[in-house]
């Protein structure tokens, strides 16, 4: 399905246009004041809504548009689309008030008149869409509680808007960027594989991450994940995973989130990454949002082979390399013996007491070009490395950033790290962020961030 | 065994004194300023150091002392020790290149020789004590690099000095205070079950956090563990879990970590709290360190019945919701259903929109106040409460920490929160952490923390 009347539309209705940045229709209306094609606010208390013109109702809007949106409360959506007929390609429908309380009909009815009127529906219950390379804007959220990523090559889609906004989140405090973001509700017409089709042949989109709930046509998501899969870097997380989380879905988004476990095991079989968790999900889309995978971007239909990944760990704390080493075995990377002649080199330029094992442990006496030194001595021998600093001894200053950074670009090899807190913690992540290197708060958060770039 | 020469001595000698804070031997000097006992530095190259009369050897020092700092490299330190005869009742010795780095006949030789000497030893290779209560820290790491927790009633007991670092942030950034905080390396002498048993005791500790690599003797390991945590709450994490992080385990202190699935299956035997990576440490120690478990401290001897407990989500964004929902299932907590007169009371104050179900949902309309009417309205119906605001809609001001924190006492159950990134997030965590309730990045990191305060 062609969804440029969604993600790049030429004209926006507004139906729910408000003048005060206190109404969502008002914060909606703001932010759609930086697109460049036609707006058409409308509301029939006013004649002028922020310099633009305002319709009373739909009708009067003298022109077509791609795309309408509906921010008025449910019981009024079917009579706001009746009044789009023949004049929007589709809309998207951010009121609440559907089947997540119940209200199943009013949902029928509102799917039934989309189908009718032959309008695309994105939603009810939703964020709406932001694609910052078409200066597109929907959101219902002002910019100054949730500050929006610049443009870059990142697409979410998730089926809640509480997730995109946290990922949205992620990939603003990365430094890079969004393609398209999307927070689709309760999904009765476009869904979630539709959007997978169409990102999967979006020039923009590097990498895809998704928060679903419900899976809706269970062959039809998996055709479209696995498409997407196999063409770019794509990462999944499904909640609802048991009894509680699935009634807890039910009433979120008003779809039956289905049996986790099958699911589950589908995916696999199909090579579709999965996210176990919140956090699982923000750190591999922080990782695949900064740095590209192993063997550079997938060219279309070519997957990665899988083999065991070789991983090196350096530290100047033994704890985090044994924590590390652990998440390493748990996520079935390998923690290799350091080569032994290189072992003798490493040890012909690093004082006595470093340990030359893996992890490779540097001691309270370090300096930040020693993880430069270790990376590029071992590049060759590993798939990728764990950076681990703790930033509470001298050898360690904001300049590691720098040093990492360089020796990434050298090494072409992915790399994360974790600088543990306190000190001068926060200045060494935004260096290394700035470099290229994803920074986590933990060892193991830091492998998983690594593992997403490996396979 | 007795250890307050190591937690609380009258008299200090620092082997290794250095006039220097880019030494590690003069940070630990400039550490001990402030201790109110005496202090003898020793160094052969100064008569004084930071205004204090420094001494060659030990010899010279005019006094018994209750505890010697050993600062110097691994060869010196039998040495350093004979010098100590008759002079300290114990020595912390801070020096690696031990077993961690293969010197096990080093090693040994000073483990025999604190024996025939009669001086109990902590370390090797250790970070040592720091006791607010006793204004004591022999920490080697500068203050402005790991600023110190305040005094209070959370001890630290960790094998590794990085991981007691990033604990010590933890409790410094939750607003909470240190009653004991030791780093004990490769414990040839003194090891964790010596300091369990002295914790146990200790009226200043009230929770106990510990990170271990090796056992040691499983038996004695076991029984204080158990004591311990028969005691207060107590929370470990033991890591060295596989092959892979055993041997990172073996070379970081020179001890075997042993087999972790029995060690596993033994903790849960005995109902010894086991956190399974860093985070959930972090996230334990955060929640223990904030609020007394379901029930109150615990009396001497009186565990805690073990039922399931029941927790209610309260908050203003679905997916999150469900996230939580799907996370408290994994981790055994129940999600009950709002009883439903209590139903009906809320629906009769809320607006119809709002998801009276659990997760209770309070949409992006939500009102800070709202969260607080639901804890008190189902307070004796649930174990503990779950709070998530999503603070990037208007509704949710910086004022929802004290709402929350009085709510809190209020009704007398153990309460965490996850504030999503972004927007007025950091201000909101700030106030509500002020308020008591310890706030996480995540869905499923506020469960676990809830868990921890739960069992």
Redesign the interface.
């Known amino acids: 399905m062609n969804l440029d009347f969604l993600f790049r539309p030429k004209s926006i209705a507004l139906a729910g246009a408000a003048h005060s940045d206190?109404k969502?229709g008002g914060i909606v209306l703001g932010n759609l004041l930086k697109f460049r094609g036609e707006v058409y606010p409308i509301n029939p208390r006013y004649t002028e809504l922020m310099g633009m013109k305002c319709y009373p109702t739909a009708f009067e809007i003298p022109a077509k548009v791609d795309l309408a949106v509906i921010m008025r409360p449910?019981s009024e959506v079917p009579e706001m689309l009746c009044e789009l007929k023949d004049k929007a390609k589709g809309a998207i429908i951010m009121s609440?008030?559907f089947s997540?309380?119940g209200e199943d009909l009013l949902q029928d009815e509102v799917r039934n008149l989309g189908k009718e009127l032959g309008i695309r529906l994105i939603g009810p219950n939703c964020m709406g869409v932001y694609n910052p390379h078409h200066r597109l804007d929907t959101f219902?959220?002002?910019k100054?509680?949730?500050?929006r990523p610049l443009k870059g090559n990142v697409s979410i889609v998730?089926?809640?808007?509480?997730?995109?906004?946290?990922l949205?989140?992620?990939v603003?405090?990365s430094h890079t960027g969004i393609a398209k973001a999307v927070g689709y509700g309760n999904a009765i017409d476009i869904d979630a594989s539709d959007i997978f089709d169409y990102l999967a042949e979006d020039r923009q989109t590097g990498v895809v991450v998704s928060?679903i709930?419900s899976v809706g046509d269970g062959r039809k998501f998996i055709a479209s994940a696995k498409n997407l899969s196999d063409r770019k870097p794509f990462i999944l997380l499904k909640?609802?995973?048991?009894?509680?989380?699935q009634?807890?879905?039910y009433?979120?988004?008003g779809r039956l989130a289905g049996r986790y476990d099958v699911f589950h095991s589908i995916l696999r079989q199909f090579g579709i990454k999965e996210a176990l968790?919140?956090?699982e999900l923000?750190d591999s889309a922080k990782a695949l949002s900064m740095q590209p995978p192993l063997g550079g971007p997938l060219s279309a239909g070519v997957r990665q082979s899988e083999g065991v990944r070789r991983i090196c760990?350096i530290?100047?704390?033994?704890?985090?390399?044994?924590?590390a080493?652990?998440?390493?075995?748990?996520q079935g990377l390998?923690?290799m013996h350091i080569p032994e002649e290189k072992k003798k080199k490493l040890a012909s330029v690093f004082p006595?007491?470093y340990?030359l094992?893996?992890?490779v442990?540097l001691?309270?006496q370090v300096k930040d070009e020693d993880y430069a030194v270790v990376m590029t001595e071992l590049a060759e021998h590993y798939d990728g490395f764990i950076l681990i600093a703790?930033?509470?001894?001298?050898g360690i200053t904001a300049n590691l950033g720098k040093v990492a950074g360089e020796a990434r670009l050298k090494i072409k090899k992915p790399v994360t790290a974790n600088i543990?807190?306190?000190?001068?913690s926060a200045k060494i992540t935004r260096l290394m962020e700035k470099s290229g290197i994803p920074v986590y708060?933990?060892?193991?958060?830091a492998v998983r961030g690594l593992k997403a770039l490996l396979y």
């Open positions: 206190h969502l449910a609440s008030g997540e309380i219902f959220l002002p100054e509680r949730l500050p998730s089926q809640s808007g509480a997730i995109l906004s946290c949205l989140s992620v603003k405090e928060y709930e909640s609802g995973k048991g009894p509680g989380g009634a807890a879905a009433s979120h988004t968790d919140f956090d923000m760990i530290t100047n704390g033994g704890g985090s390399g044994v924590l080493s652990d998440e390493c075995m748990r390998e923690v006595d007491f340990g094992n893996n992890p442990d001691t309270a703790l930033p509470n001894v001298f543990a807190s306190g000190g001068i708060p933990s060892p193991e958060r």
